[in-house]
C-alpha cells in the first residue's frame, strides 16, 4: 500500500504522538496570533470565536494527510487548497502565497523543535526528511518559492519571519480569547510551553522570558510516561471538549 508518508518516517514518530502534537498546537497558537495574514482567519469569524477548535482542525488536517494512503492524502490537500479558494472568492481578494508558505514552514519548526523537547535531537537526515514531506505537501498547494531543502528552509524562515510576523490587536485579542477559552491554569501553561519551542522573534515580539516554568517540570512529565501515568495527568489539564480527539492521537 502506498502512502504519502513511508510508516518507518521519523514524521509519523513526531505525528503519532499526542504529547508532540499538543506542543506543535502551543507553538502555531503564538505564531498564527503574529502573523500579519491573521486577517483572514478573522475574515471568516471562525478563529475569534473558536480560537482552538480553528488551530486544532488545521493540526487535524496536516495528521490526516501524514498517516493518510498516498491518493486519500492528495484529495485532502485538494480539500484544504479548494477551502481556501472559496475564502479568497467570498472576500473578493487572494491570501497572500506568503501567508500559505508561513503556515507550512511553522508545522515545520514545531515538528522538529517538539520532538527534540520531548525525545530526542534529530539528525540532519531525518530534518531533511521532515522538511521533505512538507515540501512535498507545500508543491501539491501550488506554493511558490519554497526551499528546496531543510538548510535553505533555515535561512528563508528567518528572513520570512522578519517580514511576516508582528504584534497587532489580533494577537492581543487572540491571545485574550485563549485565556477565555483555556482558563487561568491552561492559559498559563500554553504560555509556559510556548516559551520553550517559539522562534527568538515570536519571543520578542510576545516580550516572553527565555526561562519556562516548564522547564523544570519537564523530566517529572518525561518520567511519568515511563511509569504510564501521563494519561491521568494530561485528562487533568486538558479541556474537556478536547480530551478524547487528543488521545485518539496517540498512534501505537
Known amino acids: ?38 486577517d483572514w482567519l478573522y475574515f471568516t469569524g471562525r478563529l475569534p470565536t473558536d480560537p482552538l477548535g480553528r488551530l486544532f482542525s488545521t493540526v487535524s488536517y496536516a495528521r490526516k494527510i501524514i498517516f493518510a494512503e498516498n491518493e486519500q492524502a492528495l484529495k485532502t490537500i485538494v480539500s484544504i487548497f479548494t477551502i481556501h479558494k472559496a475564502v479568497e472568492n467570498n472576500r473578493g481578494k487572494a491570501i497572500p502565497d506568503w501567508a500559505y508558505r508561513d503556515v507550512l514552514y511553522m508545522l515545520i519548526h514545531y515538528s522538529i523543535a517538539s520532538f527534540e523537547l520531548l525525545e530526542r535531537k534529530l539528525s540532519a537526515e531525518e530534518k531533511e526528511e521532515v522538511y521533505n514531506v512538507f515540501y512535498r505537501f507545500g508543491m501539491r498547494m501550488k506554493l511558490r518559492d519554497l526551499a528546496q531543502n531543510h538548510i535553505e528552509w533555515m535561512q528563508q524562515r528567518e528572513t520570512d519571519m522578519q517580514n511576516d510576523l508582528v504584534k497587532s490587536e489580533y494577537t492581543i485579542d487572540l491571545f485574550k480569547q485563549y485565556k477565555k477559552h483555556l482558563g487561568p491554569v491552561r492559559y498559563f501553561l500554553l504560555i509556559e510551553g510556548q516559551k520553550l519551542i517559539i522562534p527568538e522573534r515570536a519571543r520578542k515580539l510576545l516580550g516572553f522570558k527565555k526561562v519556562s516554568f516548564l522547564t523544570f517540570i519537564l523530566p517529572f512529565y518525561k518520567l511519568s510516561r515511563v511509569l504510564h501515568l501521563d494519561d491521568n495527568i494530561k485528562k487533568s489539564l486538558l479541556p474537556k471538549k478536547y480530551v478524547k480527539e487528543i488521545y485518539e492521537l496517540d498512534i501505537e
Open 1 to 38: 500500500m502506498n502512502y504519502f508518508v513511508e510508516k518507518n518516517s521519523i514524521v509519523r514518530q513526531i505525528w503519532g504522538k499526542s504529547d508532540t502534537v499538543l506542543f506543535i498546537f502551543a507553538g502555531a497558537a503564538a505564531e498564527f496570533a503574529l502573523n500579519k495574514a491573521v
